[in-house]
């Protein structure tokens, strides 16, 4: 529910717990979350297993896992996220102009 309160932007990556890209990309985005911590940032990043729930939004095709989502505040057509290090998810939160939180 997290993903479309208004208010708030969400990276949200859809994973399968079997998968070895997502197993990869854990790391990764565990230190993006603390990066977003550190610098501030007006964004939750969330992950949810996608082979134990179902996304009933539209817009929330899954092509694959991962498959990460950025949701801006207030919106309900989630955008898919390129990119699988922590510096490319940040660097691309950073070009979409997300805001230190308070700001």
């Not at 057509?77 to 940040?90: D, H, I, K």
Request: proline letters at 9%; charged letters at 20%.
């Amino acid at each position: 529910d997290v993903v479309f309160e208004s208010n708030r932007n969400v990276l949200l990556e859809v994973y399968a717990p079997w998968c070895p890209h997502c197993q990869s990309l854990e790391p990764q985005y565990e230190e993006l979350a603390q990066e977003v911590e550190d610098q501030g940032l007006d964004v939750v990043v969330a992950k949810m297993d996608g082979t134990k729930h179902n996304i009933p939004w539209q817009g929330f095709d899954i092509p694959g896992y991962p498959t990460i989502f950025y949701v801006p505040a207030g919106a309900t057509t989630p955008e898919v996220v390129p990119g699988r290090s922590a510096a490319a998810l940040l660097g691309w939160l950073q070009a979409k102009g997300v805001a230190k939180r308070g700001s």
